[in-house]
């Protein structure tokens, strides 16, 4: 993509909302986007989508028309809702904003873009698009991660914990204990990557590609972007170890830890011995995929809108 084009203020939005998705209540979400951007004279078109497996569908549907009329797509929903409607914008020389409803909102939050809906709608406004780095797994895009193994089951677990207890980072964090006492699958990966070939025994891999999650389990960001991704792994350990990892994490001190492997790369392939398919999660979705997989950054960048002055959120 040679360069974003800059906004007038006048594009048509085209709002791709997962009423289905996030902490609040949808009309609620709707209704605050009508009144905001009818004060502001803006034309736009919502697009609620009930159903997820038509959330592609829709989105693929508004990046058309996006196209068509030299218009906005904008994504309104949890992390899974911004990489479906992302995935279709990709690449169509389209601009992409999002109104973030996820309960940890590390894309938005990396470019100053509010979880509160009026806050996120006045800095779209006011806001130009940025390229935006995107991770490719097997050919499909991911914002802030992807990952097998011991974290796809823990994402699969919190989610299960957030249909029953309510959407916090409490619950989150309490399902994970739970999780880990259950002894984890201990993989043989077959990494390959800038020339290397290597052999590694752990229960998970998770591929970076947002900076401030990275800081805040502490691990080292400074070789994410120009084209490069970062990936974690934790060597075999028994449960115990596994808490002292869940707490260095906390303390944003995972990668000073010895159990923890991480390396920067511009594209790497794993094999699972024994496995020709492996459950895999992407921005918090989960799903199976063949083996071998392959990570590496898409050549396109995202043009993300973000607020011309944003005022970083409370990075906690």
Do not use: C
């Not at 905001?36 to 989105?59: C, F, H, K, Q, T």
């Not at 916090?168 to 070939?197: C, F, H, M, N």
């Not at 094999?271 to 990570?295: C, H, Q, Y």
């Amino acid at each position: 993509m040679a360069g974003a084009r800059s906004l007038t203020g006048q594009e048509p939005l085209f709002i791709v909302l997962n009423t289905g998705s996030g902490r609040g209540d949808a009309q609620v979400l709707q209704d605050t986007v009508r009144r905001i951007l009818d004060a502001a004279g803006r034309r736009y078109e919502l697009i609620p989508v009930e159903d997820p497996s038509r959330l592609a569908e829709s989105a693929q549907a508004a990046v058309r028309r996006a196209r068509d009329e030299q218009g906005v797509v904008i994504a309104a929903g949890g992390d899974g809702t911004l990489n479906t409607v992302a995935s279709a914008v990709l690449g169509q020389d389209v601009p992409f904003g999002i109104l973030p409803q996820g309960t940890f909102n590390y894309f938005g939050r990396s470019y100053g873009i509010s979880q509160d809906t009026e806050t996120a709608l006045h800095g779209f406004l006011q806001g130009q698009p940025r390229p935006v780095q995107v991770g490719l797994l097997n050919g499909r895009p991911f914002l802030v991660n992807a990952s097998l193994g011991l974290y796809p089951q823990l994402l699969e677990d919190r989610e299960a914990y957030k249909q029953k207890y309510g959407r916090s980072r409490l619950v989150a964090l309490w399902s994970g204990l739970i999780t880990l006492l259950r002894a984890p699958r201990q993989l043989t990966l077959l990494l390959d990557y800038e020339g290397k070939a290597r052999s590694l025994r752990s229960p998970t891999l998770v591929v970076g590609n947002n900076k401030l999650q990275l800081e805040h389990i502490g691990i080292p960001s400074e070789e994410l972007g120009q084209g490069r991704l970062i990936a974690m792994a934790a060597r075999p350990v028994g449960t115990l170890a596994l808490y002292g990892l869940l707490l260095r994490g906390l303390a944003s001190r995972l990668g000073d830890a010895e159990h923890v492997v991480n390396f920067a790369f511009d594209r790497l392939t794993v094999g699972v011995r024994g496995r020709r398919r492996v459950k895999v999660a992407m921005d918090g979705e989960i799903s199976w995929m063949n083996t071998p997989l392959e990570f590496q950054v898409a050549a396109d960048r995202l043009p993300l809108v973000v607020p011309a002055d944003p005022q970083r959120l409370d990075r906690q």
